[in-house]
């Protein structure tokens, strides 16, 4: 039986409940299920009445209702169960409301669109309540809503409630709008049943007199159900009155006004699931809470339904009317149940799970709640549009050909800079292109610099839907000083959301590019695509190399293969590069043979030779993958002599570090083969081997920041299969000493502590201009945020169309420490962030240890600012004392700053009773048992050290 662990291959499942949950949030659930805030008994184990249930019970309720804005009016609460339960407890309890408000028996309307509200509605008659049916479309099996115009009207001087179900995960149907007061009578609530789609989209909590959800579909697990209630119906008759009015009694179970007045702990509330709840949501707000979501579900059904449409003689969609189709729930038929059978089969093949649809109905669904998630479309997609055109791979042949590594295509990001080489003919004259997809993100800067050395222009993309962007503006300073020619590019206008004008207007405004110059397309579907080449060979002048000079080829990038080794992509600015040829380096005179030449098309293809203005690839049969110095020049050997080598790049240099060691039962030599391996194609990465006193032998890397730390580590995990423990990110600190010394640490291990701080004249932290773009109604929300890392302002600029640029000198510490997940948060996902480094500033920074039992643990040894120790040592020790276990003796859990404490938490001991086996009367023996155990305890903490498994460690330093 092999080895289980808590990471698992994250999962395409498109089930309908209990449905898919985010990988971290179950990885925690997972910790909290075994030992629940430091102590011995696990979340599931504790009493649904204690203290920490109430608090996990209070923090979802606030979760909930800062993300539904729920108003005063309105309170949440929770029961065991599901829907089912549901349906009996909305007809007892607002019946008995009804009866206590108007003094009489009133009835209930209820929208039939889908099995889920006819269910309700059926046990509401079941019951012995008086149902109205106002709409029933199971003559158009149930794949509609029509407009409420076409429904029955209700009778308001008898109607309590309009009951519906806001999403029919059966059939596919979602209401998009709720029924307003041209159909819905004043005084009669609305009641929605959205187990489905809660959290999926924003609502107005204020014009729903109740809503119920079950977790199960999109926020958690079976057995628990959320209820958002108007206070003012809680009221109800009472036993006597409902006995008279011929009203079924409310069973206590289902009393409303009972569960809340007990904050939802009168029955046995399921504090697991309720915890998972807590968690997810947790999840959502630092994703940017609801409107960041509906976005993101928005985009994912837009991009299957169109897919579906695609190919109508072979996929089916039985809710014919866009209108109401359900964004969590995508209903298709296929034209028989053999091929069904195999779209099931085939899907499983490609690890496509949870497909089929629901039992009653047949055919497919793919449900896809919050936690599934969504590929981004631009400019690799357009890239392969780019090469269909010109020929180099054949329509629809691979989607995103230049994102070649597994990561890549997973996040939906350029990671790697890519080259191809393309013939366009126009004007019956054939045209060689040279096309590099770069990376977007700050943190492969030197990627796209690198790409700029070997190109004479750059498309410019803009997101129609999202306008400029922070990254779009530093890439275009960039790509302006190395005296490119740009062509702006409006990407996604395929998109409902897209705004076509107001883009080109910040183009304008923000880069003085004349708007006509820009090209509005869609990448995904090859809209006006073909405009892009004829404007490159119009725009883009060529390249000004002589072929009849001495060769001179400029090193942009390379990698190794596992077949040929080193290989290299040179740009020849002069010269011709055949096969056979000796090249010299003119960084170390070294003398390779070129064994191989070639262009990529998309992949290597070997050619005779290659001439000035063309970008190759050679084969130099290099030994050392370390001696393809980036930005070194090339020249033919013997004919050197007098040429001057070419301007090269600066070396980027890593602004974040991390220590990383091999998790327990991975072998370090096993692994440091594994990391060498990565290594030699990704030279950004600083490597060198440390030892840690709580982890063994590992290894210090840098990175050049927090993105390209989580993709090296997911290129590690996804190619080789390696586990790997990480520690909490740093920085690279300059300590200045009073005889003149300067020194970089990287390692909190080695920063200087009080002993040493005599001989120290300064300590310095770099710093970075942060770049932000964002609507300006979130202006004082980023403020704030700046201001509590420890930001300068340095520039506010207004933009056309509501938007803001703002700068601001940030420590790159703070940066590093999820800076950009706070921004996506408080702008509701709307920001974009690009950065800068702008040097070393003076600071009062100090480093902060973890002790336990007054052993420091090297590995969370950690740098922080003097005004922060306190704080971020309180959350150090709170959230490191829940994966610790119970000792036989007291553990102190310590964060120290100096030698002095800084902030503690203690696990007390567990406690044996020694005394179990005595008579009752025997005190003097009993006294002296408890003094032996006392004296025995005492001696363990002198000498006993806590044991620490790795699995502590890699639960407490794992950053979701």
Request: contains cysteine; hydrophobic residues 40%; proline residues 5%.
């Amino acid at each position: 039986m092999s080895e289980r662990t808590l990471e698992r291959e994250e999962p395409n499942y498109f089930g309908a409940g209990p449905a898919l949950l985010p990988t971290s949030v179950l990885q925690q659930a997972a910790y909290d299920l075994i030992t629940y805030q430091g102590d011995n008994i696990g979340i599931g184990e504790i009493s649904h009445r204690s203290k920490p249930a109430i608090k996990v019970i209070d923090d979802t309720k606030a979760n909930l209702t800062k993300l539904y804005n729920i108003p005063d009016t309105h309170e949440v609460f929770f029961m065991q169960g599901g829907g089912t339960t549901g349906f009996s407890s909305i007809a007892y309890n607002l019946f008995a409301n009804y009866a206590a408000t108007k003094g009489k028996k009133g009835k209930a309307a209820y929208a039939i669109t889908g099995s889920w509200s006819k269910k309700s509605a059926e046990e509401a008659e079941r019951l012995g309540f008086d149902v109205d049916i106002v709409v029933n479309t199971k003559s158009e099996k149930y794949g509609t809503i029509p407009p409420y115009s076409q429904w029955k009207p209700i009778d308001k001087e008898t109607t309590a409630y309009l009951y519906v179900c806001d999403n029919e995960t059966v059939h596919g149907v979602e209401f998009k709008d709720i029924p307003d007061s041209s159909y819905l009578p004043e005084g009669v609530e609305l009641v929605a049943d959205m187990s489905s789609n809660i959290l999926s989209k924003q609502i107005d909590v204020s014009k729903y007199g109740l809503i119920m959800a079950g977790a199960q579909k999109n926020i958690g697990l079976a057995g628990l159900t959320i209820y958002i209630i108007k206070k003012s119906l809680l009221e109800q008759a009472s036993d006597e009155t409902l006995k008279q009015l011929n009203i079924p009694i409310v069973p206590i179970a289902f009393h409303y006004p009972t569960v809340v007045k007990n904050n939802s702990a009168y029955n046995t509330i399921p504090i697991f699931t309720c915890h998972i709840l807590k968690l997810v949501t947790d999840k959502l707000i630092e994703q940017g809470g609801v409107p960041t979501i509906e976005k993101i579900n928005q985009e994912k059904a837009k991009i299957l339904y169109e897919a579906l449409q695609a190919y109508p003689g072979f996929y089916k969609l039985p809710v014919t009317n866009p209108k109401v189709r359900s964004n969590m729930n995508v209903v298709f038929t296929l034209p028989n149940e053999d091929l069904e059978a195999k779209f099931i089969k085939q899907a499983g093949e490609k690890k496509l799970a949870g497909l089929k649809g629901h039992r009653s109905v047949g055919g497919m669904r793919a449900s896809i709640y919050n936690a599934v998630t969504l590929d981004n479309h631009g400019k690799s997609t357009l890239s392969d549009r780019l090469l269909e055109l010109t020929g180099v791979i054949q329509p629809g042949s691979n989607a995103q050909v230049l994102d070649k590594l597994d990561v890549e295509r997973e996040r939906g990001i350029t990671v790697k800079a890519q080259t191809v080489s393309m013939i366009y003919n126009m004007n019956n004259q054939d045209y060689l292109l040279h096309l590099v997809d770069t990376p977007g993100h700050v943190d492969f800067r030197a990627e796209v610099s690198r790409s700029y050395a070997s190109c004479g222009g750059a498309l410019l993309l803009v997101d129609a839907s999202q306008g400029v962007q922070a990254q779009t503006v530093a890439n275009f300073y960039l790509a302006y000083s190395m005296g490119l020619k740009l062509i702006p590019i409006i990407n996604k206008i395929d998109l409902d959301s897209a705004d076509i004008p107001r883009a080109m207007d910040q183009v304008e405004g923000t880069f003085e590019l004349p708007r006509e110059d820009c090209i509005s397309v869609s990448a995904k579907t090859g809209l006006n695509v073909e405009q892009i080449i004829p404007k490159v060979i119009e725009s883009i002048p060529s390249p000004v190399g002589n072929v009849n000079n001495p060769l001179k080829a400029l090193l942009v990038d390379s990698w190794h293969d596992t077949y040929v080794g080193v290989v290299m992509l040179v740009f020849v600015v002069d010269g011709k590069l055949k096969k056979g040829m000796k090249i010299l380096s003119a960084h170390s005179n070294s003398v390779y043979d070129v064994k191989e030449v070639g262009i990529m098309y998309p992949d290597r293809m070997p050619m005779d030779e290659i001439k000035a203005g063309q970008v190759a690839y050679i084969i130099p049969g290099m030994k050392n993958p370390r001696e393809a110095l980036v930005g070194d020049t090339f020249f033919q050997a013997g004919k050197s002599q007098g040429l001057e080598p070419l301007p090269g790049f600066e070396e980027p240099k890593p602004m974040v570090f991390v220590g990383a060691f091999p998790a327990e039962g991975v072998e370090f030599k096993v692994m440091d083969d594994q990391m060498q391996n990565l290594v030699l194609n990704d030279r950004s990465v600083h490597l060198e081997k440390e030892t840690s006193n709580a982890l063994g032998l590992g290894w210090r890397l840098g990175f050049l920041g927090s993105l390209h730390a989580s993709v090296f580590k997911e290129r590690l995990e996804k190619e080789y299969g390696a586990k790997i423990i990480l520690t909490a990110p740093t920085v690279p600190y300059k300590v200045v000493y009073k005889d003149g010394r300067e020194e970089i640490v990287s390692n909190p291990d080695q920063f200087p502590d009080v002993s040493q701080r005599a001989k120290v004249d300064c300590l310095m932290e770099p710093y970075v201009e942060a770049i932000m773009t964002l609507p300006g109604e979130f202006l004082g929300n980023v403020l704030t945020l700046c201001l509590n890392h420890r930001g300068i302002q340095t520039s506010l600029e207004y933009l056309n169309t509501g938007q803001v640029l703002l700068k601001f000198e940030i420590p790159t510490a703070e940066l590093v420490e999820d800076f950009f997940g706070g921004l996506k948060g408080c702008t509701k996902g709307y920001a974009s962030l690009d950065y800068e480094e702008i040097g070393y500033k003076k600071s009062d920074i100090v480093k902060m240890e973890l002790c336990i039992n007054g052993i420091p643990q090297d590995a969370l040894t950690t740098i922080v600012h003097r005004d922060n120790a306190q704080a971020k040592g309180k959350e150090y020790v709170t959230r490191f004392k829940k994966y610790l276990r119970i000792q036989l003796f007291e553990v102190a859990i310590q964060a120290k700053v100096g030698g002095k404490v800084v902030a503690r938490e203690s696990i007390k001991a567990r406690r044996k009773d020694v005394t179990q086996k005595l008579h009752a009367s025997d005190i003097s023996r009993y006294k002296k048992l408890l003094e032996r155990q006392k004296e025995g305890k005492k001696q363990m903490k002198a000498e006993g050290r806590v044991s620490i498994g790795n699995d502590a460690y890699q639960a407490f330093l794992r950053r979701d």
